[in-house]
């Protein structure tokens, strides 16, 4: 843990070393997500609800959603730019180092111009939190804190797996997008409205749906069981695939030569 | 022009090289585009009448942006340009007997539609034969299809100048990845990308509708579904022209001037 603060804290200072282009980055960052909130926003204001859902209703499972994936995306980019580590060579070395492979990749990079979008998801929340008219008991407090945590955890997973499969084919595979970045995109609205054969897909599969739509009825008091409450965690289950398969392609792994 | 053809030739076999991320590229878009309509006949089911086309129209805008995906967006930057221009490979560019200008845009050119041709078919095809109301329909009549084309052309034309526009700007920033991303993000956004011009409120409508972005793949798009036609489809192509017109010029010029200046840095 205090290695992982020393690296930190060494990316933190690399990445404030060009503080123009950092903030160009962010701001980049920032308006990714933002032209997705505006456009969510003139279908809201045309439509006024969809699937049930109001404005702010479907707001808060989008900030949960960025907020988990931003989170996920800052610590975990060093899976996304996996294959890179793996066809320079930078993953054999890794494997002499007498640390946890998983750590030492995470430690490789982190990238803190995605928390440009952190700053939105706040605002959102900030909007949200008071217009949904939901009464903020702790309970709920604590469902939306499992929502973020164990979202972050679940799209950390679909890091992971996107890179294990680069164990296979060297290169990335654009078709995890759909998952990783389309997860982010679609999560825009409550996984529910495109359907039942998506949405169970979504729950029992790649459980995105577990952590933002099923807690969010819990929320906004359409259920009221406190099994909707706990179902994040269920979606941490996500964890021992998502690991297990690393492991299969680390047995697998040739390295790429030099 | 012979000279063009054969950058435009080149750059094109190069491209269709890549046929196994094509294929990873065409199942993505299928599922992105099935995504995308379940999302749209979601609002649909709320209120049809507040829907601003008809749900056929939205059905073929969808499918045609995924299927034409590379020509009409703007993030799919030619990389080898930003790095001629850091790398200081520029030099030998400037030494060629060709107008870079004209060379950068066949390149361009080149490559987007290399790529659209090896993702388009197979999506068209999945999309013309699936069963139920996402399926995809042809054109009105020959006539609109005949526009869609013609719009389809100055649309990537318009694209391409777009683009022209930011490499140049690279001779005097040099490194800026983080504007980049946002005037491909806004571009994208404003060109319909996101949502179609139909949703945007109308008053925002009305005012993007005048600017190039309007003139990108919002109008082959909207022409192909039957959004626009007749009249409506004349001004829109008349538009396009005149984009593709002013943006080339601007951009010619600028790298005249551009070039003028260009320092090569170190040996």
Redesign the interface.
Known sequence: MKLYLKYLSIHVRSSMQYKVSFALLTLGQFMVSFTALLGLWFMMNRFHTVAGFALPEVLIGFSVVLTAFSIAETVARAFDVFPVIISNGEFDRMMMRPRGLIFQVLAAKMEFSRMGRLVQAAAMLAYAIPASGIVWTPDKILTLVLMIVCGAVVFGCLFLIYAAITFFTIEGLEFMNVLTDGGREFGRYPFAIYGREVLKFLTYVVPLALFQYYPLLYLIGRETGKFYMFLPLVSLLFVFPAYGFWRIGLRNYKSTGS | MKAYLAVFRIRFAHTIQYRA?AL??V??QY??GF?EL??FS??Y???PE?F?MTFQQIVNYIWIQQAFLALFMTWFWENEIFETINTGAIAYEMARPLDLYGRWFCQSVATRTARCLLRALPILLVAFIIPGPLRMTLPPDAGQFLLFLLSAVLSLGVVVAFSMLVYISTFYTL????????AA??V??LAGG??PLP???PAIRTVVELTPFAAMQNMPLRIYSGNIAGTDAALGIGLQLFWLAALVFCGWRWMQKALQKVIVQGG
């Open positions: 991320a990873a590229g199942v993505t599922a992105w995504m379940l999302m979601a609002f089911r709320v209120n507040a601003p490194s800026a990845v983080g504007m980049r991303v946002m993000v806004v994208d956004f996101t949502v949703f945007f409120p």
